[in-house]
């Protein structure tokens, strides 16, 4: 850092700097403002290691802060303005909140001297951030700004893992700071800074319970993936022949392709196939999944009464939802490798046959899936554009799927290959708009590998001004449109639950490709399903931002997997 004043004292914004740095931030997402000007200031003139990226709207910075963190597994860095920047941004906060994953949102304030006096843009920021946020402050003294900081990046980190929030007024940013006071910690700037194993006792309860069934099935929730419980979970699975199930935010805890996966079950992206082989157990175990209502079918699969056991790092989630005969609190990591060592301790194993009814439920859902992704019938069917998706993309590839359209489909049938985070949605609050922005941070943060925003058109028209980012940046994310002129989820709900009465659900068709292309984006119009793989193999080899728009069957007219729209 270069010398501050003659006195060594440094301003709080300063110090603010220093210790983002410390955490080993190396991208900040936001949106400049006349509270932030310190801070901005601060950025401008420190010499650090980290990149400013700014956005066109502060939701979008919150967002791309969420895609960044999931693919890098580093707390993700966003900021605003006090008034409408601080309002516009609590999207993004409550998403990766309920996601369980580290962010931390920096939103400038009028100064201190200034409340209660009517200056423009106040607003009670910290009242507004609690019921958001994991954890929030406003930091109203230079003296205690430091600690604040430090204690934001602990409560992101630690579990349960969170959103965090501080609100930085104008005159505390210019305020003098002791230097000796802006220290940071650097583990608390990565994910699994302080992991907490379960208790033997409970675990070896829960060891109990799973192998005395005769047809269990393990349902493996985001936890799994965030405290890298992928290798433990593979041993368990292969070592009893266990059905692994998974929620949308589990997906990537095992590979999709392996044969004890049997892939999303739930309401959104579950089968009937698949749900039948969770109504067929006698005994579910949840592992890092609040066993909430998508993925339960609103508690009717697995059905009441069966006997389950529950493990996940948040006390809330422990029999919210069922009776568990054993729970245990903790990591859910450290828990599979608890339950591995009790496997490999006992000599007797049993066997579960997993495989072999996987295998048969797959071939049933994939059989029904090749038949309407093989038509050529217009609009195109969305198992056509998954199909055609899957072949185009390496493995490794991130795609970030929108909750509407995109996200049933991809779920269900875009088969993970690798584990790790590949593919996922804002499944917590299920906001329109998430993935265009999501995307960008996730490139951001894994900058050689291949980045697919799929969304639909009701999503693409609440962030289409961040395509000026991408441009400006040079991002190689390759945008697919589903259009169908239609809120669709919604209608799709109308005619399933509200005697087809549609109301206020319709909109008119854009050209996406004409927008996008505007904004300097490379782009593809396809009506015609057998252009599909050639358009696609060529946006994605494309070398700088590429759209493909897509006239795309519309959810009502669909089979989409979706239990509540089915007869």
């Not at 983002?20 to 950025?43: E, Q, R």
């Not at 041993?235 to 892939?263: F, R, W």
């Not at 799927?401 to 949605?425: H, I, V």
Request: proline letters at 5%; charged letters at 15%; aromatic letters at 6%.
């Amino acid at each position: 850092m270069e010398t501050q004043q003659a006195s060594n004292a440094m301003s709080g914004a300063e110090a603010v700097v220093t210790q983002l740095a410390g955490h080993g931030v190396a991208h900040i997402f936001g949106l400049c403002g006349d509270t932030s000007l310190p801070f901005y200031d601060a950025l401008a003139r420190l010499t650090h290691a980290m990149t400013h990226i700014l956005t066109r709207d502060e939701r979008s910075a919150a967002y791309m802060a969420d895609g960044y963190a999931r693919v890098t597994r580093r707390v993700g860095i966003c900021e605003g303005p006090s008034g409408g920047g601080a309002t516009y941004m609590t999207p993004g906060l409550v998403e990766a909140n309920e996601s369980s994953i580290p962010m931390l949102s920096i939103t400038t304030d009028v100064s201190t001297s200034s409340a209660g006096r009517f200056p423009l843009t106040e607003l009670d920021q910290k009242a507004m951030f609690a019921p958001l946020t994991k954890w929030n402050a406003l930091a109203s003294s230079p003296a205690t700004l430091c600690t604040q900081f430090r204690a934001a990046f602990r409560a992101a980190t630690s579990p349960r893992m969170g959103a965090t929030h501080i609100a930085l007024p104008f005159d505390v940013q210019k305020a003098a700071v002791d230097p000796n006071d802006a220290w940071s910690d650097a583990r608390f700037g990565a994910m699994g800074a302080l992991r907490s194993a379960p208790d033997a006792r409970d675990l070896e309860a829960v060891y109990e319970a799973l192998v005395a069934a005769k047809r269990p099935v393990v349902i493996c929730g985001g936890g799994v993936g965030l405290a890298e419980g992928e290798a433990a979970l593979k041993v368990l699975a292969e070592g009893l022949d266990l059905i692994v199930a998974t929620t949308i935010s589990g997906q990537g805890c095992l590979p999709e392709i392996h044969p004890n996966c049997l892939g999303v079950v739930g309401s959104n992206g579950g089968v009937p196939a698949t749900r039948a082989v969770v109504d067929e157990a006698d005994f579910i175990l949840f592992i890092g999944c609040r066993a909430g209502s998508v993925t339960t079918e609103r508690w009717r699969s697995p059905k009441p009464g069966v006997a389950t056991a529950h493990i996940d790092v948040d006390s809330a989630a422990l029999q919210a939802a069922y009776a568990s005969q054993a729970v245990a609190l903790g990591d859910a990591g450290l828990a599979l490798e608890g339950l591995v060592a009790l496997m490999s301790s006992h000599r007797d194993r049993p066997g579960f046959g997993g495989q072999a009814r996987v295998a048969k439920a797959k071939a049933e859902k994939f059989a029904a899936f090749n038949a309407l992704a093989a038509s050529n019938d217009s609009p195109i069917k969305p198992e056509r554009i998954v199909a055609s998706l899957r072949r185009a993309l390496p493995d490794d590839a991130i795609v970030v799927a929108d909750p509407g359209t995109p996200c049933p489909y991809l779920s269900a049938f875009y088969e993970l290959r690798t584990t790790g985070k590949t593919l996922f949605s804002n499944r917590a609050h299920g906001a329109l708009g998430y993935s265009l922005a999501a995307s960008v941070g996730a490139q951001i943060g894994q900058p050689n590998r291949k980045v697919v925003s799929v969304m639909g058109d009701g999503s693409f028209g609440f962030t289409v001004g961040e395509l000026e980012t991408v441009v400006r940046l040079g991002l190689p994310i390759t945008f697919i449109v589903m259009s169908n002129a239609v809120f669709g989820w919604i209608k799709a709900g109308q005619k399933s639950g509200f005697g087809a009465r549609y109301f206020s659900v319709d909109f008119s068709r854009s050209q996406h490709a004409d927008i996008a292309a505007a904004y300097g984006v490379k782009t593809w119009s396809v009506e015609d399903p057998r252009a599909l793989d050639s358009v696609l193999s060529a946006a994605v080899a494309h070398n700088g931002p590429s759209l493909v728009d897509i006239i795309t069957q519309p959810l009502p007219e669909a089979a989409a997997p979706v239990s509540e729209w089915v007869a």
